[in-house]
């Protein structure tokens, strides 16, 4: 049982709703609570297809959106027929902290009822305000209320050709309201992150300090005191300017070559190294402009002793035109072009090197920029030109890269390109166009590249912004808190091994040691009701142990961890299958069916046992249901499908055929 699925594994998806929904309502039933399978379908929907994909992470606000936006745009209901929901969103929220599934990042249980408990009140009202409904449900709705039969598809086709021909009414205005909404707020899935391991905030706020971005943002504020007067287009005065350039050491020059004859600087906004500290100084709201001055912002004075806010709050202002070309003056286009396009290609940039295990070549990231840029802005140029401008854009675009490094955001390098960077420079398997890939294979079988690669500083403030944004990007460390089950569930779904393991390590750390801590992690995937998930969650503890090896021998003989412990030494060639014996061996026969009843479902199940002849699949059966696995739960639904596939076996084998011909008219009836 997993928790996240990549968008596109709809069979492994489908899988696992049905088997959540079918455990769940088990649950249920089991405590006398009446649930709607299809409000626990639509909710895992809503996880889905979110941002971030995790279905078993919810926090108030979700559980808010779920009840009062997803549900009435998406359920085509009456808040009558789904009466049921909130409750059993309640319900379903129990039972996912209950079996360990519920995410440890989300909100604690009783937050998260209690934001069921507010919204409950409101529902009906959100069911029934047709400006919260989607395109489709608007019409099904009307269908609805003209007495067509919901069900019956026929009626409801034919009242959409009445619509067609004019013969009903409808609100055209919130129809297109509706429309625009619809693609508007569609949920996009965002990329999976790799976990990230950072550095003590003491550390961080140490290099902030040091950061030039930090100090010089610091000395401006300090040089504006009680106000600075500006020129009537809003920039620093030239003598004002000779002055901050000097003490801010920006490296401008009041002399300008333009092509051969030397120009004076008529405006401070004519100096790049300047003027983009001025606008990021108004951009990270330190100063501001207030008739016709220049002054410090008072709110911000905290902002500007904290070194570490001070310098993510200027970090987060940098995707913002106007950064690498001055607002005003000549520029080449192709800078021009990387600089407009700004705000769109460095948040893309940032997300690329977040994360990344090894520094990224420049020329890789410069080629999926240029491509970027040239599709959001019309460019009619000779293939020559071309040639030219692709090559002024990679200087540009390095220019840029150089600037953030004295931010301290990046870390340029030198050195050969990790092969990983090459990997997908495959024709039938790369989206690059082959002149990119042609490119980009050339430029990197050179021995040494330039690379760059995120500072902490950068890493955590990317960070912060996924995690706005409501992406998901895990941090390694930040699990020593959670349950053990909880812990276990987010690392092998979403942590590498080498993260896996130092996750591991911190939280157990964190729980008195190897000691004491193992015994807590057996407990909990011993008291994992899904075996598929028990045996990743085995399997990613033992490869994490350095005595992982002599642990899972001793599991061997575990009554609820000896089935999976026995198949994980066979596949890893520790243990040979002439030496497991018989009630091993039907432990593993049990386990195998009770994985395939998991990941496919029972149907998948009953067409399997269907090849296995009536006497073996009796004995079998039996069996199985008497090995003594420690899998309650899902013995139960073995059984249920055992007793299925022998009911079809059992009818008559002409019943099928006698009806057919009865439906013909051939066949004759049965005296008494």
């Given amino acids: 049982m997993r928790t996240y699925y990549d968008e596109d594994d709809h069979e492994g998806y489908e899988a696992g709703q049905d088997l959540l929904v079918r455990r769940f309502a088990g649950w249920a039933a089991a405590r006398g609570w009446e649930i709607d399978p299809h409000a626990v379908v639509s909710a895992l929907q809503f996880r889905h297809t979110s941002v971030d994909g995790r279905l078993a992470y919810w926090t108030a606000a979700l559980v808010r959106d779920f009840l009062l936006s997803y549900v009435p745009r998406t359920l085509s209901a009456t808040a009558d027929e789904a009466v049921l929901v909130p409750e059993t969103l309640r319900m379903l929220l129990r039972y996912l902290h209950e079996t360990g599934l519920a995410d440890p990042m989300g909100e604690p249980l009783a937050d998260l009822e209690g934001a069921v408990a507010k919204a409950v009140a409101e529902f009906p009202a959100a069911m029934a305000d047709e400006r919260n409904f989607g395109v489709g449900k608007y019409w099904v709705m009307k269908a609805a209320r003209n007495g067509v039969d919901r069900s019956d598809l026929d009626a409801v086709n034919a009242f959409f050709s009445e619509v067609r021909e004019g013969r009903h009414s409808y609100d055209a205005e919130l129809l297109d309201e509706l429309v ?227 931010f301290g955001a990046v870390e340029l390098t030198v050195g050969p390109p990790d092969p990983m960077y090459s990997m997908d420079l495959v024709p039938e398997n790369s989206e690059l166009p082959s ?152 432990l593993g026969v049990t386990e195998q069916f009770l994985v395939l009843l998991e990941t496919a479902g029972p149907d998948a199940t009953s067409a399997t046992l269907a090849e296995v002849p009536g006497n073996e699949r009796g004995h079998l059966a039996k069996a199985i249901l008497a090995s003594g696995h420690p899998d309650q739960v899902g013995l139960a639904e073995l059984a249920e499908v055992f007793e299925q596939v022998r009911a079809v076996r059992t009818a008559h084998p002409l019943g099928g055929l006698a009806r057919t011909s009865r439906a013909k008219g051939k066949g004759k009836k049965r005296r008494r």
């Fill in 180 to 406: 625009a909404r619809q693609y508007l707020e569609q949920p996009e899935r965002a990329l999976p992150q790799l976990p990230v391991s950072l550095p003590p905030d003491s550390e961080l706020a140490a290099e902030a300090e040091r950061s030039l971005l930090v100090v010089k943002l610091r000395k401006l504020v300090e040089w504006v005191g009680d106000g600075r007067t500006l020129t009537g287009t809003g920039a620093l005065r030239l003598a004002d300017a000779r002055e901050l350039v000097s003490l801010l050491d920006t490296g401008d020059d009041f002399e300008r070559d333009l092509g051969g004859e030397v120009q004076s600087v008529r405006s401070s906004a004519d100096l790049p190294g300047l003027a983009m500290l001025f606008n990021l100084a108004k951009r990270a709201r330190i100063v501001r402009v207030v008739k016709g001055k220049l002054v410090r912002v008072a709110k911000a004075a905290p902002l500007v002793k904290n070194a570490l806010a001070l310098w993510t709050a200027a970090f987060d202002a940098l995707p913002e035109p106007g950064l690498l070309v001055k607002d005003s003056g000549w520029a080449p286009g192709y800078a021009l072009l990387l600089d407009e396009n700004l705000d769109i290609v460095l948040p893309d940039v940032f997300n690329t090197i977040y994360g990344m295990p090894e520094p990224i070549p420049v020329v890789r990231l410069a080629e999926s920029v240029w491509l970027a840029c040239t599709e959001a802005t019309y460019l009619d140029l000779e293939p020559s030109f071309e040639a030219v401008w692709r090559d002024g854009f990679a200087r540009a675009f390095r220019r840029l890269l150089t600037q953030l490094a004295e």
């Fill in 435 to 586: 002149d990119v890939q042609d490119r980009l294979r050339a430029a990197l079988d050179a021995p040494e590249l330039d690379l760059v690669a995120f500072t902490p500083l950068a890493t955590r403030a990317v960070r912060a912004r996924l995690l706005k944004e409501g992406r998901f990007a895990p941090l390694v460390g930040e699990l020593a808190a959670a349950a053990p089950a909880a812990m276990l569930g987010v690392v092998v779904e979403h942590f590498d091994e080498e993260a896996a393991t130092a996750e591991i390590a911190g939280w157990l750390a964190a729980h008195g040691g190897r000691e004491a801590g193992l015994p807590l992690l057996l407990d909990a995937i011993r008291e994992c009701p899904f075996r598929t998930r028990a045996s990743v969650m085995l399997e990613i503890l033992i490869g994490s142990l350095p005595d992982g090896d002599m642990v899972l021998h001793d599991l061997r003989t575990d009554p609820a961890l000896g089935p999976i412990a026995t198949r994980l030494m066979v596949d890893r060639g520790e243990l040979a299958l002439e030496s497991v014996d018989e009630r091993e061996s039907l």
